[in-house]
């Protein structure tokens, strides 16, 4: 499976990312990773500890490397370079080991060329290419919030995206944003996420409002996920309900994708 997780800013898109990477793995899968959110919060969902990640820079930040990929120079304006930069080693030489899961830090290109036809985003995109086709193993992306992924069109590859929502109207309409754009894409598969529910009210909203998206499931606000952050490390770790929610929203993927 290739999967990509999405949704307004907040509603906790990585706290899912990182606890299914984990259930997965723990299921003997072979998992790839993939941080796309310029926040890079990736990790510590995952439950990486902060001495495994001194020294890592985010790809998109490895500007040298960059520059002998795609044989160009940074800072030349309308400069020539390779539309075609080789990445099938990037996850080996760059990812970091945690608990069977292989994490891939992209981080974000800069701001002022954040939908440009730049070195930066043509390395990410090709990379994220090759991780969606040519990757035999089931990959995960967070992706950052919003719909800028989806305009760069760097995402068209993925079996099918997550949103997550929490209950209410601006995640409610974002979830139907991304879904038209996913649609755009040719991306059939949009599943919905509820998250932070903490009563009958707030399912009734979800339910009501997107009954015409497949959800997966709901997971309840949980003072345990915000004590994992605090700690650093991974909910997966700490909290049985949020492994017991994620476990039963992977099985009803798995039957999505079989039926």
Same mark, same amino acid.
């Given at each position: 499976?290739?999967?990509a ?44 500890p ?5 020294g ?5 930040e ?83 919030a ?25 995640s ?15 991306? /059939?598969? #949009? ?6 529910? *903490?009563? &009958?009210?707030?399912?009734?909203? $979800?339910? +009501?409002?997107? =009954?015409?998206f ?12 915000l004590?994992a952050?605090? /700690?650093? #490390? ?6 049985e *309900?949020? &492994?017991?929610?994620?476990?039963? $929203?992977? +099985?009803n993927? =798995? ?5």
């Open positions: 499976m290739k999967i997780i999405s949704g307004k800013g907040g509603v906790g898109k990585t706290t899912l990312a990182g606890v299914m990477a984990r259930t997965l793995s723990d299921q003997n899968e072979t998992v790839l990773a993939i941080d796309a959110d310029p926040d890079s919060n990736l990790a510590s969902a995952v439950g990486v902060l001495e495994k990640l001194n890592i820079t985010p790809l998109a490895m500007t040298k490397f960059i520059e002998e990929r795609t044989e160009t120079r940074k800072g030349g304006y309308g400069s020539i370079f390779k539309l075609n930069p080789k990445v099938d080693d990037i996850p080996e030489k760059f990812s970091i080991d945690h608990e069977g899961v292989k994490l891939l830090i992209l981080g974000s290109v800069p701001q002022g060329g954040g939908g440009c036809f730049c070195p930066e985003n043509v390395l990410l995109k090709n990379l994220l290419s090759h991780l969606f086709i040519q990757r035999n193993e089931t990959v995960i992306v967070d992706m950052e919003g719909l800028e992924h989806l305009g760069r069109g760097s995402t068209g590859y993925v079996d099918a995206f997550i949103v997550v929502v929490e209950p209410g109207m601006r409610i309409q974002t979830a139907r944003q991304i879904r038209k754009l996913a649609s755009d894409l040719g991306i /059939k598969r #949009v599943f919905v996420v509820g998250n932070k529910v *903490q009563s &009958k009210e707030d399912e009734g909203v $979800i339910h +009501e409002n997107l =009954k015409d497949p959800i997966l499931g709901l997971m309840r606000y949980n003072s345990k996920i004590e952050d605090r /700690k650093g #490390v991974s909910p997966y770790d700490i909290d *309900q949020v &492994k017991k929610e994620v476990s039963a $929203i992977l +099985e993927m =798995k039957k999505a994708f079989a039926a």
